[in-house]
């Protein structure tokens, strides 16, 4: 699923950014299409599920807290979905909250606190991605 990689940044993913905020929104493209990574962001756990089930990813930047569906919900209904096809994508929670023990019970493969730090954004998809990826 990677894409082609590059010797100087092996990490070639196709994200979903799941993300209320416009500023937030902006933030975690900026970070992750700097580093070559193709981004598409939706603004709701919703759309977040109807991406997953449209198209292929990578992997999810999901933030916990956003309106019509929220990001722990909509990870449950990802990983129901994905019981059925026997596929696993990685989820990384994305929260202003202290609430790791809440996303991992939901799904999630990482916990990430906001506002997102490149460093620590790098570290979490490398720690979520099969080893032979990162």
Same mark, same amino acid.
């Given at each position: 699923?990677?894409?082609?990689?590059?010797?100087?940044?092996? %990490?070639?993913?196709?994200?979903?950014?799941? @993300? &209320?905020?416009?500023?937030?929104?902006? %933030?975690?493209?900026?970070?992750? @299409?700097?580093?070559? *990574?193709?981004?598409?962001?939706?603004?709701?756990?919703? @759309?977040?599920? @109807?991406?997953?089930?449209?198209?292929?990813?990578?992997?999810?930047?999901? &933030?916990?807290?956003?309106?019509?569906?929220?990001?722990?919900?909509?990870?449950?209904?990802?990983?129901?979905?994905?019981?059925?096809?026997?596929?696993? %994508?990685?989820?990384?929670?994305?929260?202003?909250?202290?609430?790791?023990?809440?996303?991992?019970?939901?799904?999630? &493969?990482? *916990?990430?606190?906001?506002? %997102?730090?490149? &460093?620590?954004?790098?570290?979490?998809?490398?720690?979520?991605?099969?080893?032979?990826?990162?």
């Amino acid at each position: 699923m990677m894409h082609d990689a590059d010797p100087l940044n092996p %990490l070639r993913l196709r994200i979903l950014v799941a @993300e &209320d905020s416009r500023t937030n929104q902006q %933030l975690a493209a900026r970070l992750l @299409e700097r580093e070559g *990574h193709a981004v598409t962001v939706v603004s709701n756990g919703k @759309e977040a599920v @109807e991406a997953i089930r449209r198209g292929l990813f990578d992997l999810v930047l999901m &933030d916990v807290d956003m309106p019509i569906m929220d990001g722990l919900t909509a990870a449950r209904a990802i990983r129901t979905y994905e019981s059925r096809r026997g596929t696993r %994508l990685p989820i990384v929670a994305v929260t202003t909250r202290n609430n790791r023990r809440d996303c991992l019970a939901a799904g999630m &493969d990482a *916990h990430l606190n906001k506002p %997102l730090r490149l &460093d620590l954004l790098n570290r979490a998809l490398r720690s979520v991605l099969p080893k032979s990826a990162a």
